[in-house]
């Protein structure tokens, strides 16, 4: 049974950092993605980023592009979202989630496609 632990969340005021960590645990996932996800009061859930565990294939949402950094510890089997420049519209849960099947470019952006999916983190930023 595969678990994803995530921590980090927390309140920060905007153009402030947080660094989330998701811990895998149950098997190895070299050669799959985990990524990140978010999901704010009273909307969808939206991609932010994933990372494909061996290699330097990275992915980013529109909204997050130059200011997220998803990176990874293989030897710890986990992964790190850094999140700079906080606007109070990044205010959600965060869910890490890890696929177990090859993602495509535009599949890897679909929460439909991961397999597995941690208990998720809230992350407030206040104007």
């Known amino acids: 049974q595969v678990q994803l632990v995530e921590s980090g969340g927390g309140f920060v005021q905007a153009g402030g950092s947080l660094r989330l960590s998701c811990a895998a645990s149950g098997r190895t996932f070299s050669g799959y993605f985990m990524g990140w996800f978010r999901q704010a009061p009273g909307k969808e859930r939206e991609f932010v980023t994933t990372?494909?565990?061996?290699?330097?294939?990275?992915y980013y949402g529109e909204s997050v592009k130059g200011r997220f950094t998803i990176s990874r510890d293989n030897a710890k089997n986990t992964v790190y979202l850094q999140m700079n420049s906080l606007k109070p519209e990044d205010t959600a849960v965060y869910y890490c989630?890890?696929?177990?099947?090859?993602?495509?470019?535009?599949?890897?952006?679909?929460?439909?496609?991961?397999?597995?999916w941690g208990q998720g983190t809230q992350v407030t930023v206040s104007s």
């Open positions: 990372i494909r565990w061996s290699g330097n294939t990275t």
């Open positions: 989630a890890a696929s177990t099947r090859p993602l495509g470019t535009i599949v890897a952006r679909t929460g439909g496609a991961y397999d597995y």
